[in-house]
């Protein structure tokens, strides 16, 4: 079992950055694959947009396609830490953002296959 908190929220203008990090304590860290998933305001269901995702060794990454190019996702396993680096954020990326943790193999983007989840970071862009 991992247990996963993520910091690094808050309000920026747009056109700025932030950088988002995920904690986690627990056993075998660096056996999850990890991802981010987002959930905007006034979405209701517990299924949340894929953001970003990258393997246990880092070698695999994916994006969903609105963020290519402007956000970044990276690992530390000796520090049990995930990062997301958002750049050039917009009004429509205002959201609370998920960390997750699963153990499918490579950089999976399904929502279902992440069995942990941390309780979110508020991301608010203004224009």
């Known amino acids: 079992q991992v247990q996963l908190v993520e910091s690094g929220g808050g309000l920026v203008q747009a056109g700025g950055s932030l950088r988002l990090s995920c904690a986690a304590s627990?056993?075998?860290?660096?056996?999850?694959?990890m991802g981010w998933f987002r959930q905007a305001p006034g979405r209701t269901g517990k299924e949340r947009e894929f953001?970003?995702?990258?393997?246990?060794?880092?070698?695999?990454?994916s994006y969903a396609d609105s963020m290519k190019g402007r956000f970044t996702i990276s690992r530390d396993n000796a520090k049990n830490t995930v990062s997301l680096q958002m750049n050039s954020l917009k009004p429509e990326d205002t959201a609370v953002y998920y960390c997750?943790?699963?153990?499918?193999?490579?950089?999976?983007?399904?929502?279902?296959?992440?069995?942990?989840w941390g309780q979110g970071t508020q991301v608010t862009v203004s224009s």
């Open positions: 953001v970003a995702a990258i393997s246990w060794s880092g070698s695999s990454t």
């Open positions: 997750a943790a699963t153990t499918y193999p490579g950089s999976p983007v399904g929502f279902g296959v992440y069995k942990y």
């Open positions: 627990g056993r075998s860290f660096s056996s999850y694959g």
